[in-house]
């Protein structure tokens, strides 16, 4: 039997007010935010899983506009 060593996770999903963030653990910053938690535990499972960045997050990535 093979013993795989668990991946800390670069994304985790934080709640507030009813509103579900993305979480960068590297650089300790929101990147997305969402009022659908689907939505946010899809796109958590996709960064983690490669569909990152490589390097700096672009401006354009980050919705945080109004709030």
Partial sequence: M????KK???YVSKRRKG???VYDTKISQIVWKSEDK???ESLIE???NGYGFN???PS???N????
């Fill in 2 to 5: 093979r013993w795989f060593r």
């Fill in 8 to 10: 800390n996770k670069q």
């Fill in 19 to 21: 509103t579900y963030y």
């Fill in 38 to 40: 689907q939505q946010n």
């Fill in 46 to 48: 996709r960064l983690n």
């Fill in 55 to 57: 390097g700096k997050i």
């Fill in 60 to 62: 354009f990535f980050n």
């Fill in 64 to 67: 945080l506009q109004g709030g």
